[in-house]
């Protein structure tokens, strides 16, 4: 069992930066791929970005490609997504899952966090 705790979202203007965190329970981080989803007001939920077991291979959803950097500290149990250059289309909850292998479907992810806002105003 895995419990994912989010923080770091908030109300940035447009073109700011953000960083969300997720922090991990439990003495398996490391044997789980990670990935960041997204859900905006009346749509479903997104992939944004997901990272390997190692940290050594990233995905990104074409819209966030070159703005957004998903990283991992194994050590801290941590997963991380900077977002810089934000968008008003970026303003939903992001979640943090954890799986084993990185996938694009939010059905495919064994462990889910309970989210955390991100507000872009324009």
């Known amino acids: 069992q895995v419990q994912l705790v989010e923080s770091g979202g908030g109300l940035v203007q447009a073109g700011g930066s953000l960083r969300l965190s997720c922090a991990a329970s439990?003495?398996?981080?490391?044997?789980?791929?990670m990935g960041w989803f997204r859900q905006a007001p009346g749509k479903d939920r997104e992939f944004v970005a997901a990272?390997?077991?190692?940290?050594?291979?990233?995905d990104y959803t074409g819209s966030v490609k070159g703005r957004f950097t998903i990283y991992r500290d194994n050590a801290k149990n941590t997963v991380y997504l900077q977002m810089n250059s934000l968008k008003a289309e970026d303003t939903a909850v992001y979640y943090c899952?954890?799986?084993?292998?990185?996938?694009?479907?939010?059905?495919?992810?064994?462990?889910w966090g309970q989210g955390t806002q991100v507000t872009v105003s324009s």
């Open positions: 990272i390997t077991k190692s940290g050594g291979n990233t």
């Open positions: 899952a954890a799986g084993n292998f990185i996938r694009y479907t939010d059905y495919s992810w064994n462990y």
């Open positions: 439990g003495r398996t981080f490391s044997s789980y791929a």
